[in-house]
């Protein structure tokens, strides 16, 4: 859809600009190729790129630097003139403006929080609760290993490793915010649902929240 969305975009602001797509496997010479063409001028990354088209990148915004994978290139050019790229990662401006479309506005403060998985998608979803000034943040993924690194390459103190989904067990209040970042078959609401993770209705103790899918 992206084509679509950005050159419908163009045309009603009166750009001149065109969005075309790319799908290699790999940073390969049409890629680098399309980084230094003359009438470049950016582009969105996907998987499986996000990482590994860093190496072209002449600089990193702090956002991508803290997330680690990088979703937006955006072209520039420095004092003396030299072009150069720059790499981002959007992806947490936009799960925290979510978030704060629709909170309710006793929910001003997000007091707690839960985010399900440790890929590049919690890390960009951790950011923008950070950004909201998350008092507490609980992680949950199936592989314990993967979230204990998480926590020590992004998180700070506030940070809170769970064993299980059942969030009455935990120490301080249940989440009011809950973002699970896994693809949509890898979970259920119905129990022993072979390879798949059960999401059970007490995830959703608190009096009011909002839950963002990023499936």
Same mark, same amino acid.
């Given at each position: 859809?992206s084509p679509?969305l ?11 600009h065109s969005y075309?797509?790319r799908e290699?496997?790999?940073?390969d ?9 003359a009438?470049f ?11 590994d ?6 600089v !990193?915004t702090?956002?991508a630097?803290?997330?680690g994978?990088?979703?937006?290139v955006i072209?520039f050019t420095?004092a003396s ?6 790499g981002?990662?959007t992806d947490?401006?936009?799960i925290?403006n979510v978030?704060?479309v629709? !909170?309710?506005?006793s !929910? ?12 590049g998608?919690? *890390?960009?979803t ?9 008092? *507490?943040?609980?992680?949950?993924? *199936? ?8 926590v020590?390459?992004?998180l700070d103190a506030n940070a809170?490793?769970?064993d299980t989904l059942?969030?009455?067990s935990?120490?301080?209040?249940p989440?009011s ?12 609401t119905e129990?022993?649902?072979p390879?798949a993770?059960f999401?059970p209705?007490s995830?959703?103790i608190?009096?009011?929240?909002v839950v963002?899918d990023?499936?």
């Amino acid at each position: 859809m992206s084509p679509t969305l950005h050159d419908t975009a163009f045309d009603h602001m009166g750009l001149l600009h065109s969005y075309g797509r790319r799908e290699p496997n790999q940073v390969d010479a049409d890629v680098r190729s399309t980084l230094a063409d003359a009438d470049f001028g950016g582009a969105s990354v996907t998987i499986p790129l996000k990482r590994d088209i860093t190496p072209q990148l002449d600089v !990193l915004t702090p956002e991508a630097n803290a997330i680690g994978p990088v979703n937006t290139v955006i072209l520039f050019t420095n004092a003396s003139g030299h072009r150069g790229l720059f790499g981002d990662n959007t992806d947490w401006i936009g799960i925290r403006n979510v978030i704060k479309v629709l !909170l309710l506005p006793s !929910l001003n403060n997000v007091e707690s929080c839960l985010v399900i998985s440790a890929g590049g998608t919690a *890390r960009a979803t951790i950011s923008a609760l950070h950004a909201l000034g998350a008092s *507490r943040i609980y992680l949950f993924n *199936r592989t314990w290993q993967s979230a204990e690194n998480l926590v020590h390459t992004i998180l700070d103190a506030n940070a809170e490793l769970l064993d299980t989904l059942d969030v009455t067990s935990v120490q301080g209040p249940p989440p009011s915010v809950i973002v699970p970042t896994v693809p949509a078959p890898a979970t259920t609401t119905e129990e022993q649902v072979p390879d798949a993770l059960f999401l059970p209705s007490s995830l959703f103790i608190a009096d009011a929240g909002v839950v963002v899918d990023m499936a």
